[in-house]
């Protein structure tokens, strides 16, 4: 298991960016595939982006290419999101979740630790 704290989150305009980090506790993060989801009012929670193990392989919802990038740093044990081009529908409550498997994976139920989130908004 491993403790999952995510910030960064804020209130922004259209068009800004934005930079989540996520800290784990634990010594094995390096064993972990990591991934950010996020929950916006009403909605379903939905993926965002996701790393392997070794940084190596990253997957990215469709409407997040080319805007979010995903990295890692395994000495730090952080995993970062870094956000631009921020759009209205971007805002949600922002989680990291974290899973034993290596692979990259997009569904919410393969990840077995999750943060508490942080709240990103972005206003017109």
């Known amino acids: 298991q491993v403790k999952l704290v995510e910030f960064g989150g804020g209130s922004v305009q259209t068009g800004d960016s934005l930079r989540l980090t996520c800290a784990a506790s634990g010594r094995t993060f390096g064993s972990y595939g990591m991934g950010w989801f996020r929950q916006a009012p009403g909605k379903a929670r939905e993926f965002v982006a996701s790393?392997?193990?070794?940084?190596?392989?990253?997957l990215y919802a469709d409407s997040m290419k080319g805007r979010f990038t995903i990295s890692r740093d395994n000495a730090k044990k952080t995993v970062t999101l870094e956000m631009n081009s921020l759009k209205v529908e971007d805002t949600a409550v922002y989680y990291c979740?974290?899973?034993?498997?290596?692979?990259?994976?997009?569904?919410?139920?393969?990840?077995?630790?999750w943060g508490r989130g942080t709240q990103v908004t972005v206003s017109a």
């Open positions: 790393i392997n193990r070794s940084g190596e392989s990253t």
């Open positions: 979740a974290a899973r034993t498997a290596a692979p990259v994976s997009a569904h919410v139920n393969a990840y077995a630790d």
